[in-house]
């Protein structure tokens, strides 16, 4: 019954079947069957047997024009024998085409061969199919063939390897794989695609403290690979090499002056157990710290490098706690229940992505209930890392239990002393610690700079507050020569150690398996032993068991060995050159800057305010500039009337005098003061100066990021840039400046006389004829407006002016006037700390620039969660192993893991074998949003962020700088 009603229904609808046969006729079709062309397949094996290629000829029979309009041939291996296979896709030119790949093991390779071929049907439409044949591939068992098929297929590597690297510039294996093809495969490696980073360049950066060496491994690795220079014998001792020349205040004299005053240190008490020359971050509470690290790890990819986004993590507290065996939520729960008192954290560095000594400073309250959480600890770290080893050994009178792993992910040192609990990730840094219990290293406690900084700036008393203090002894070492040239040596080793990662990736993707050796693939020249060299001299290995290469000195990527444990005695001449050449670029720039550095933290869920301390400079003239730049007097800068749509300000305070000097520079102001000698002397004028930058859609954006030093006409320096940058901005942005006024008679009959004489004005300005206009606009709110224009050949601005209350207000368009005089209405706030120069971001303003800046870094976020593509898709491929469970070969290879900035989820295509993100595809097939993901840390930040307030204000003894960061509240619900 059933097959006669489906007849039934066939007969009733030829339709639906005339249908269906045309849908049967347009779909294409995949068959198998034997292949309609010639095809030749030439293999190559060398002596040893280590080489095997094979080149597959395709040659397209006489008038065979469904193969003319073909679109595609593509070459699948079967088994994983054939492999490597290049092109990915091709089509028939001039009736041939041609696929070369790579062979392994032995007996015969299979392979399928889809092709396309494209007819007319009856009606004139074109039908295409989808065929495919198989072909087999004998694998010889002795030398032959030409080198040539091998040449050709390294060449087809390269072209591949290229064209991603187009794609993706700063993937550092791409790299490697083309720049290593001469000692690999005996061709010379292509023109990259990205130009090459100077040697100066590269060599600032080596000895800048804020170049991360992921940063500048891909540069360090390109000099490496294409130059042939080999290491310098180290002649010359450190001593000969003498640090920039520092000056230090009369700490002893200005300790008496404070104390004839009244002053007295308030140094807490753990800086006793700290070297002088280590940096001292002291808490009341662990809470304030944690929320301190919370903020720093998340607005270290936000706020602090708020122009490029970070989408690799280095995992730096889940680091240090492992490796110390000290767990964050268990000390605050001790300190909730009375167990801690305080504590601190020290070092001798700041190098912390790299790697560095920290030690962890715990005073007890009650030490039965600190021991037993941490036998809690190390209980856990047994269990985790079986290789663990415990044991324990006297220095100086002192106990020291030590637990560590071969790889130091688990490192740690411990001493009791009385009520003292010390925790150190070094060997080094803990017998330096006892030396200062032992009195034979200097303390932090007795230095006399901390006294002095404490008697400006004291610690905070209740549990919210925090206090760090970088000594001078501190910034002296951070300068030296052992310390900037053991750091660069790090660096240079990090990038070996990349480089090895590299070198075992091509091993593996060539071998289908991981080396076992550092021999194997110094053998199969996957390395050059000779641009393999540690400049510290330590010895290379690659460990099996981990997959991953070590250095006998610096260790391995991610737990690299702190530059406390690394002796510098000897140099060579190339890194005494250097280090002179750093010594003039600290001269020119940060020696100035030079001085102990002291800040008092409070931190809250809601605000975080960051009061830092600098001593008057001793070793420059800056501070003595600065103080003559600005006024005398500090002041509360950001005075009302304030407009609405004001998204960030920067005020000043001036002397009267150096105001008068820049108005009488207004065209036509000259001739206003001739006429009105009630007007000459400017003595109507106040002090501070404003500068406001309102919200509106930007066109044109200026990248803070690509700002460096350029060589136009002379030096164009950073400050000029940033200067042109806000003179750019205010074209694009509306702007306006706020001048505080005394008298507001004279102010009212200054600006009439300019609306009267500015239109005078005749003059040229290079080779441009110049034009100045004025009128009076209708008055609004009873405030009377006025427009001052100026053109320069066809450019033109327009200036609207008021008087407002007591300030003289230049804006760039009418809504923002009209903004400053609503505001006027308004009752005055006045209040905060008082200061010379602030600077205040209101990211509640932001409306239509909050667009332009979610687009911002919606755009930055691609680009960095682009950057992560080839890496997952080398390790997804070459490890068969799931996306999801990439993050233990992604630090083990690069020290970091990967993610979207955008909260994105990394998935793997194996049709199409490549790797997208959810939200932002991939280089070839790039998607961004409107704006922000709302789950993206940018977003969270965002969303929290109300204001942030910075003012810097001298005083007699000190220059004050205070920032204060307003968050919403944190009880959201968010996941943070």
Known sequence: MSVYRARSNRSRNPLLLVCCLALAIALPRVEAGELPFEHRVTVYRDADGRTLAFSLQLEQPFLAEEFERSNYLRLHSLDDKAYLIYPRETRFEQKHAVFVGRLRDSGTARVRLEYETVTENLDGSR?????????????????????????????????????LLAYYPSETFLQYVLLQSGDRYGIDAPTLP????????????????????????????????????????????ISRLTPPELLSLDYAERLARQKDAGLAPAIPDLARFVPADCYLLHFNAVSAAGELFDLSEDWGGNLL??????ARDSHLQTKFQRQLLLRRDGLARLFEDEVIADLAISGSDLYFSEGTDVAVLVRLKRAAAFDALAETWRAGARSDHPDLVERTFNYRGQRVDVAYTPDRAVSSFRVRHGDLAIHANSHVAIRRMIDTLAGDVPSLHAAEDFAYVTTLLPPGGDDASGYFFASEAFLRRQVGPAMKISEKRRKQCFNNLVMLSNASLLYRMEFGRSPQSLSELIAGRFIDPSRLICPHGGSYTFDAGDDVGTCSLHNRLKYMTPNVELQVLRVSETERREYDRYKERYAAFWQPLFDPVAIRMHVTPERVRLEGCVLPLANGSLYTEMRDWLGSRARDGLAAPRARSSIASVAAVFEPEQIGAVMRAIPGMDEVLASDPTLTDLGWLGERVALHVCDADQILQVDPQFLQPLQLFGQVGLVEQSVAALAVTATSLPTYVAVEVHDRQRAQRCLQLLTSKVLLRDQRVWVFD????????????????????FRLYALKLRLHVALVGDQLIAATTRDALHEVIDAAAAPVVAGGDVAHLQMQLSPTAL?????????????????ACHDNIMSLHHLVTLYGV?????DPLSEAKYGVTCYCPEGGRYEYDPGRDEVRCSVHGNRQHARQGLGLERGSSFARFMDRLERVDARLRYEDESLRAIVTIDLAGADDGVER
């Open 305 to 310: 490098r708020l122009f490029r986004p970070q």
């Open 847 to 863: 409306n239509e620039f909050r667009q332009d800046l979610h687009m911002y870094w919606a755009e930055s976020s691609r680009r």
């Open 770 to 789: 110049t034009e100045f206009d004025a009128y009076r606009l209708p008055d609004y709110r009873e405030t009377a407006n006025y427009v001052l224009s």
């Open 882 to 886: 799931a996306i999801d469970a990439v």
């Open 194 to 237: 990205r130009r090459a980073v100077s040697r100066g360049s590269v060599e600032t950066s080596l000895y800048q403290i804020a170049t991360g060496s992921l940063a500048i491994q891909q540069s360090l690795q390109q000099q490496s690979l294409q130059t042939s220079a080999g290491p310098e014998d180290l002649t010359t001792h």
């Open 127 to 163: 039908r295409v199919e989808v065929q495919h044949g198989e072909i087999e591939i004998p694998i010889p068992d002795e030398e032959t063939g030409v080198a040539s098929v091998f040449h050709e297929w390294a060449e087809r590597q390269n072209d591949h390897f290229r064209r």
